[in-house]
């Protein structure tokens, strides 16, 4: 099953935006993700560390069905940078 498809760059910029507000010491650690809801071919990312909140939108393919899911940002971040930029 393919939820979305992207390029490595399409991603991890909106990405780096959101995860900018995500805490390093969380007291909760919902707040070290971010979440992830796709629309159509909308992506869009919000993080939260409670008191401000940040959201961004991108363009992607994959499978058009409405999708939600969190990911801690961090590590997707590390992984979307590890990937080669062709990706």
């Known amino acids: 099953m393919l939820l979305m498809k992207a390029n490595r760059d399409a991603i991890l910029k909106p990405l780096q935006t959101v995860a900018g507000i995500v805490e390093r010491r969380h007291t909760l650690p919902i707040l ?41 940002a961090r590590k997707l971040i590390d992984i979307l940078r590890s990937l080669p930029e062709s990706a």
Do not use: H, W, Y
């Not at 979440?35 to 991108?58: C, N, P």
């Open 32 to 72: 070290a993700n971010v979440l992830i809801r796709k629309s159509g071919e909308t992506v869009s990312l919000l993080a939260t560390d409670v008191e401000i909140q940040i959201s961004t939108e991108a363009e992607l393919g994959g499978d058009p069905g409405p999708v939600a899911t969190t990911v801690a």
